[in-house]
């Protein structure tokens, strides 16, 4: 779009060398680039981030698309059609991809763990969590550890976190690790990486649910074929999904990853966003949305808000 189009578009009372400026110095500042030389400038990865944080108003909701949710997530279906219904819901109103993760079946409080080395640098970890249940996982590592080294680490890990939700345990290691990061430990960086493996979820279960992922073809971003072969690589890699949901599912609040903030090679062009769902008690999982980064945020994120709340009412409503 040319400097006159865009001012006439947006009913703006300026010069076109002035909105040429004010391009330029957006493009020097790294909030928008040119993908090809003859093409127009469009928002950066950098430049979405400003707007989401700092420019964002939220959309209100069609009362159709307000009724529709309210109607079919009601309180007589059981927990698994909702969340199905819910997921579904939201990959249509937003025609991306939709994904919720699963509540999970119970708390696991560690009680207890141990590792111990195995031959080609891997390491058996022995879970004691809730009461007496024990689960034994295989985690490889790059460099050979010590059994003197594995006992410090399982001592500091029981020390600290006996009792803990395991999958609380790895989100309070990481944040424990940015905030002493000066000072961060040859042992400090060992329980980390080992409890970073040993208490993620099991990927043989299901632990989350993808709707839709056929509506990010029609988008742009998705023109390249190599794009969407790595796109629909990191649907199928649970170990990746697996941990960008854990970190929203820690996080108790909106989470909007724009493109590498995922950290997930594949998703550089897309982004993810993501709210809580469950009762008043406790957080049951994340519902949300992965879609290309030139989305309209302030609609898809109005969606997905409503949706995780009506959500949360039926699954309240269902459990009083």
């Known amino acids: 779009m040319g400097s006159k189009t865009l001012a006439q578009t947006a009913g703006l009372n300026i010069s076109t060398a002035t909105i040429r400026n004010v391009m330029a110095n957006l493009d020097s500042m790294g909030l928008v680039s040119a993908p090809h030389t003859s093409a127009g400038r469009v928002p950066t990865n ?16 069609e009362a ?53 080395p195995l031959p080609d640098k891997k390491i058996l970890a022995i879970l004691v969590v809730n009461e007496r249940d024990v689960q034994n996982r295989i985690v490889h590592v790059d460099k050979d550890y010590t059994q003197d080294e594995l006992i410090k680490v399982s001592n500091y890990l029981n020390h600290h976190f006996m009792g803990k939700d395991i999958f609380q345990i790895r989100a309070l290691l990481v944040k424990e690790m940015q905030r002493a990061r000066k000072q961060v430990d040859e042992l400090m960086t060992a329980a980390v990486n080992l409890a970073d493996q040993a208490l993620k979820p099991d990927e043989d279960n299901e632990s989350y649910r993808l709707q839709g992922q056929a509506n990010l073809i029609r988008f742009n971003e998705a023109d390249n074929a190599n794009q969407l072969q790595q796109l629909f690589q990191v649907f199928q890699n649970k170990r990746d999904m697996l941990g960008l949901l854990d970190r929203c599912i820690q996080a108790e609040d909106m989470q909007v990853f724009i493109g590498s903030e995922a950290g997930i090679e594949g998703l550089d062009d897309f982004s993810v966003i993501s709210v809580p769902y469950g009762t008043k008690e406790h957080t049951l999982g994340v519902l949300g949305v992965i879609g290309p980064t030139r989305m309209e945020y302030s609609k898809v994120i109005s969606a997905v808000d409503i949706t995780a709340r009506f959500l949360s009412l039926a699954l309240g409503a269902e459990n009083q």
């Open 46 to 61: 950098m430049g979405f981030r400003m707007y989401v944080d700092s420019m964002l108003e939220f959309s209100p909701i």
């Open 64 to 116: 159709a698309i307000k009724d529709k949710l309210k109607n079919q997530l009601n309180a007589d279906q059981d927990k698994d059609t909702l969340i199905n219904m819910a997921n579904n819901l939201l990959s249509d109103i937003t025609q991306m991809a939709g994904v919720i993760t699963l509540p999970k079946s119970g708390q696991l409080n560690l009680r207890r763990i141990e590792f111990l």
